[in-house]
């Protein structure tokens, strides 16, 4: 399994049928792999993002698999979670936060992608929608020259610009590819200097990972040293969460920084404040 380079977790499992999702240690690709059939006859569907690459490489560890689930009980975890923990690395974030001392919101994910944390910058997957979601938001229409564009030094001085602060929950973990669902052993970053030392009114999450992180592991610290700023989570913008498309993340996140008036902190200047 270490050779295809993939992780998977079992999804269903029944008498005629097997439904497996794969993450590729390097991108954020989510496969999905159905086993049909029983006996002898087996029929693998592979369906992705972007399969271009990522089908090829894992075709072998699908047949393995459709191998030995020929006989096995219904309902029964072919190996799924504990091959997926099993086959993880720990990894140190890399890089700091993006932040001055203008900066309204902020806005933290789980653990950067393997691309993310080349790059040493934040949400550096192509297909990953936050910058595109960025843009739609904050950019000036009367600016053309205010847009994300594909750097990370276009994309810092588009965070400053619009006083958007970055940065993730976690330091360090255990973890498989880009797949928040195998992340374990999570050290957070501590946040206590940033929020004593920017203006921030408002930590939004981006993920159902991050944002459950940040409450178990960063809240409760923060209230104990007296600083209990308002979290709002909002959904992945990651190729794996597939069933939103981008005009529907537009609209999710649009609707969650107008409720907490984080549109309106992305416009001000902090020494009006």
Aim: hydrophobic share 40%; with cysteine; charged share 20%.
């Amino acid at each position: 399994m270490l050779s295809c380079g993939a992780a998977f977790s079992l999804r269903e499992a029944n008498d005629t049928e097997m439904k497996t999702t794969f993450t590729p240690y390097d991108s954020d690709d989510v496969l999905t792999a159905t086993v049909n059939g029983s006996g002898d006859e087996s029929k693998i569907t592979l369906s992705a993002q972007d399969s271009s690459n990522t089908g090829a490489r894992i075709m072998r560890f699908a047949t393995d698999l459709a191998a030995r689930w020929k006989g096995a009980k219904a309902g029964a975890v072919i190996g799924g979670e504990r091959t997926m923990w099993d086959m993880s690395e720990h990894v140190e974030h890399g890089f700091g936060p993006v932040w001055d001392s203008e900066s309204r919101i902020l806005v933290l994910g789980s653990m950067p992608s393997p691309k993310s944390r080349k790059a040493a910058f934040y949400y550096m997957h192509p297909q990953n929608r936050f910058w595109p979601v960025m843009q739609a938001l904050f950019a000036d229409p009367a600016d053309p020259s205010d847009v994300t564009g594909d750097s990370l030094q276009s994309r810092r001085a588009f965070a400053m610009r619009h006083h958007i602060a970055l940065w993730d929950v976690i330091a360090s973990c255990d973890i498989t590819g880009a797949s928040d669902a195998s992340i374990r052993n999570a050290t957070p970053n501590d946040l206590t200097p940033l929020l004593r030392d920017a203006p921030i009114a408002r930590i939004f999450t981006t993920g159902a990972k991050s944002a459950q992180l940040y409450r178990r592991l960063i809240e409760p610290r923060l209230a104990a040293t007296g600083i209990t700023i308002g979290m709002t989570p909002l959904p992945s913008t990651s190729p794996a969460n597939a069933s939103m498309r981008l005009p529907a993340l537009i609209e999710a996140y649009r609707l969650a920084f107008q409720s907490a008036g984080a549109l309106e902190m992305a416009d001000e200047t902090v020494t009006g404040l």
